[in-house]
């Protein structure tokens, strides 16, 4: 298939693109790289441009002769999304939909589209299930929920096949240290225990240690980036007009922040100190996928199933960029 992956000099769309690449599609990265990084494109291979331009959207699609796709490109800070409200729903909900619209004036209607965990809120139960309810507890969640509804019209409407993909915490690199994780400013766990690794910051701050979780510190889901990969391309694969995939993508096993910075300490020999600091507001004690459906319906199965080699995966990355993709 010709695929578009929007967002693909991101995190998670780098690494599919290259894999959807490798699986013999014909492949293009749309990336207005507010984000994104030119070097996390194969050469020749990256169409720069944003999603509200869509005159440029329907161009893409016609001279590519897109089948599908892959839709990545969004803005993804929880706390941005609280404090400017307006920039995400103008880029994850306007822009996605303008690029939905271009898709329907192409005639493309294959897409997988990258939502998200937080669509769920404050869980009522753990593991969680696709028919928990979904009620997010930031404006990142509902701009991600708002485009899952509109691909559920669509597909009704206009017999659009469709995957909704539901990811826990994305975590690790390519397995070659090529492809990694390269966010300005970087929140997320795993690089910031491995930039304390480093010798790059002090410290590793540890949001809350008296939480309800057997060791007091929260609990996520982290799936490795190229088993996000695999199930978008799998995923893709199946759709059928009027196909509706809304799949969690996580491993269904849960690691607290404390076997984090262990697994750290022991994949990189460093001692990584710690400091403990309130928890951090609207962070759910525990967030664990029931990763079941996606196996059932996508036939997919991750391959990373514990902490130590996800982060033995950055770990490579972060040590041959430390700089990231600046280097
Ligand atoms: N976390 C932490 N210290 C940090 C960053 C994150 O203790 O400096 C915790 C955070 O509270 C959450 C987990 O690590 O429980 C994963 O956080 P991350 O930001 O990576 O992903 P999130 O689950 O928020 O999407």
């Not at 930039?195 to 002090?202: I, L, N, P, S």
């Not at 962070?283 to 996606?294: I, K, R, T």
């Not at 059932?296 to 199965?301: D, I, K, P, V, Y």
């Given at each position: 298939?010709?695929?578009?992956?929007?967002?693909?000099?991101?995190?998670?769309?780098?690494?599919?693109?290259?894999?959807?690449?490798?699986?013999?599609?014909?492949?293009?990265?749309?990336?207005?790289?507010?984000?994104?990084?030119?070097?996390?494109?194969?050469?020749?291979?990256?169409?720069?441009?944003?999603?509200?331009?869509?005159?440029?959207?329907?161009?893409?699609?016609?001279?590519?002769?897109?089948?599908?796709?892959?839709?990545?490109?969004?803005?993804?800070?929880?706390?941005?999304?609280?404090?400017?409200?307006?920039?995400?729903?103008?880029?994850?909900?306007?822009?996605?939909?303008?690029?939905?619209?271009?898709?329907?004036?192409?005639?493309?209607?294959?897409?997988?589209?990258?939502?998200?965990?937080?669509?769920?809120?404050?869980?009522?139960?753990?593991?969680?299930?696709?028919?928990?309810?979904?009620?997010?507890?930031?404006?990142?969640?509902?701009?991600?929920?708002?485009?899952?509804?509109?691909l559920a019209d669509f597909?009704?409407?206009?017999?659009?096949?469709?995957?909704?993909?539901?990811?826990?915490?994305?975590?690790?690199?390519?397995?070659?240290?090529?492809?990694?994780?390269?966010?300005?400013?970087?929140?997320?766990?795993?690089?910031?225990?491995?930039?304390?690794?480093?010798?790059?910051?002090?410290?590793?701050?540890?949001?809350?240690?008296?939480?309800?979780?057997?060791?007091?510190?929260?609990?996520?889901?982290?799936?490795?980036?190229?088993?996000?990969a695999s199930a978008h391309i799998s995923a893709l694969?199946?759709?059928?007009?009027?196909?509706?995939?809304?799949?969690?993508?996580?491993?269904?096993?849960?690691?607290?922040?404390?076997?984090?910075?262990?697994?750290?300490?022991?994949?990189?020999?460093?001692?990584?100190?710690?400091?403990?600091?309130?928890?951090?507001?609207?962070?759910?004690?525990?967030?664990?996928?029931?990763?079941?459906?996606?196996?059932?319906?996508?036939?997919?199965?991750?391959?990373?199933?514990?902490?130590?080699?996800?982060?033995?995966?950055?770990?490579?990355?972060?040590?041959?960029?430390?700089?990231?993709?600046?280097?």
């Amino acid at each position: 298939m010709n695929v578009l992956v929007s967002g693909g000099a991101g995190y998670v769309g780098s690494h599919a693109a290259r894999m959807l690449s490798r699986a013999g599609h014909e492949v293009w990265a749309y990336d207005n790289l507010v984000f994104g990084h030119r070097g996390a494109v194969a050469p020749g291979r990256l169409i720069e441009g944003d999603l509200l331009d869509r005159g440029k959207v329907v161009a893409t699609l016609r001279e590519k002769q897109i089948d599908a796709v892959m839709h990545f490109a969004a803005f993804a800070y929880v706390g941005e999304s609280v404090t400017d409200p307006a920039k995400y729903y103008r880029n994850n909900v306007v822009g996605t939909l303008s690029l939905m619209d271009a898709m329907r004036e192409a005639g493309v209607w294959r897409i997988v589209f990258s939502s998200t965990c937080a669509t769920y809120g404050e869980p009522r139960s753990v593991p969680i299930g696709e028919d928990q309810p979904q009620n997010p507890i930031n404006p990142y969640g509902y701009t991600k929920l708002v485009i899952e509804r509109a691909l559920a019209d669509f597909a009704r409407a206009y017999g659009w096949g469709y995957a909704a993909l539901r990811y826990f915490n994305a975590a690790g690199a390519s397995a070659d240290g090529d492809l990694g994780e390269d966010h300005d400013p970087e929140t997320h766990l795993i690089p910031l225990v491995l930039q304390v690794a480093q010798g790059r910051r002090e410290h590793i701050t540890i949001f809350g240690d008296r939480l309800p979780t057997p060791d007091g510190t929260c609990i996520r889901d982290y799936i490795h980036v190229d088993d996000l990969a695999s199930a978008h391309i799998s995923a893709l694969e199946k759709l059928r007009p009027g196909t509706e995939f809304r799949c969690n993508l996580g491993t269904g096993r849960g690691t607290s922040v404390k076997e984090v910075i262990e697994a750290c300490r022991e994949v990189t020999g460093h001692a990584i100190p710690a400091v403990v600091a309130p928890p951090r507001e609207g962070d759910p004690p525990a967030l664990v996928a029931d990763a079941g459906l996606a196996r059932r319906e996508l036939g997919w199965t991750p391959r990373f199933t514990s902490i130590g080699p996800i982060v033995e995966s950055a770990w490579k990355w972060h040590q041959s960029h430390p700089d990231g993709y600046g280097a």
